[in-house]
């Protein structure tokens, strides 16, 4: 006997990824219904081989689903998840609105899989930021090895970050630089996200970060260790998917760089490739459609006494989004439901 799935959000960047990894993974699914907004009703998305109609998220009644998929924004899913945690249907949030509540588990499954044991308490589980979510993946079995004290990173994030309309504003500002009187303004972006890369993701706090800046930082600490320091510079880069990372990391004891790369391509989710001549190096344009995290460039910081340099990359839409509530929703039915696929 399988589960049954609704996907909220369905019509999105991130909810059609969604249906495509369920399909693709083959997860154990009896039934997998697609929800949208109203004015989205009745909007046909793929899932595997099969074509589903959108139903209304509005009146959908979760009653008798075991998990939902939500891919909505934190607006919505402040609406509607607590509906569907009280039917039973345990939710999958991938909106920031939960991500730091102590009660409610941030998981990635590579790296704390134990905490989705807690999920019962109210039945919802948050999925962690994008950048987020590939960085921890790339900490964890170093920090087990030789215990992270400072991590410094700058981020290189793709408009497909910003959703739809953020891949739209770049393409169309790239077209606006060529074609005579189809030059757009920025709208989606602060300035002009074509040809230029942009320092501003989210809004500014009082310190002077960004809040996708300060997410990066509370959730590292939630997931993997709270005594890890940590600093982000969140950018924005005319790409259209795949995020990328340049990670400085101060350990407590020394990690020789070549043990460190043995233990990345042991670790779950990551693969590396490393070598040291032209081209031997993951881009973001070639990590698309993959779920692994790529772990790059991996060399000594000679500048403090235990440091390491590595360069991440993944697909953002996939293992920072979508791929990671797909394997929360897999590992919930092994270690939580358990009711068979």
């Known amino acids: 006997m399988g589960y049954r799935v609704a996907v909220a959000g369905a019509t999105g960047n991130v909810g059609r990824e969604m249906l495509n990894i369920l399909a693709e993974r083959r997860f154990p699914a009896d039934e997998v219904v697609a929800l949208a907004s109203r004015k989205s009703l009745g909007t046909e998305v793929s899932y595997g ?37 009280k039917a039973g249907c345990v939710v999958i949030d991938n909106s920031s609105l939960y991500r730091n509540e102590p009660d409610i588990p941030l998981v990635v499954p590579e790296v704390n899989p134990e905490a989705i044991d807690g999920a019962g308490r109210r039945n919802i589980i948050a999925n962690p930021n994008c950048s987020t979510a590939q960085m921890v993946v790339a900490l964890k079995p170093l920090h087990d090895r030789a215990r992270i004290k400072r991590v410094v990173v700058s981020t290189y994030q793709s ?64 997931i993997v260790d709270p005594s890890i320091k940590v600093t982000a510079t969140c950018v924005r880069v005319p790409v259209f998917v795949g995020h990328s990372e340049a990670i400085n990391i101060e350990f407590e004891d ?3 760089e070549d043990e460190a790369r043995d233990i990345l391509r042991e670790a779950p989710g990551i693969m590396v490739i490393d070598k040291r001549e032209d081209g031997g190096y993951v881009t973001p344009i070639e990590c698309v459609g993959e779920f692994a995290t790529y772990i790059s460039r991996i060399r000594q910081d000679g500048t403090v006494e235990n440091g390491l340099n590595i360069w991440c990359v993944s697909d953002n839409l996939r293992k920072g989004a979508a791929l990671n509530a797909v394997q929360i929703a897999e590992l919930l039915g092994k270690r939580v439901l358990k009711k068979g696929g």
Do not use: C
């Open 49 to 85: 081989d099969k074509t589903l109609k959108t139903k209304d998220l509005e009146t959908f009644d979760f009653t008798g689903f075991d998990m939902g998929l939500f891919a909505i924004g934190s607006g919505p899913t402040k609406e509607h998840a607590p509906k569907a945690a």
């Open 159 to 222: 408009v497909s970050g910003a959703g739809k309309r953020g891949m739209d504003e770049l393409w169309d500002q790239t077209k606006g630089m060529y074609v005579p009187g189809q030059e757009r303004a920025p709208d989606k972006f602060q300035k002009q996200i074509a040809f230029n890369v942009i320092p501003h993701i989210d809004d500014f706090m009082e310190d002077g970060t960004t809040k996708e800046e300060w997410k990066m930082v509370a959730e590292t600490k939630k």
């Open 254 to 256: 020394f990690l020789d």
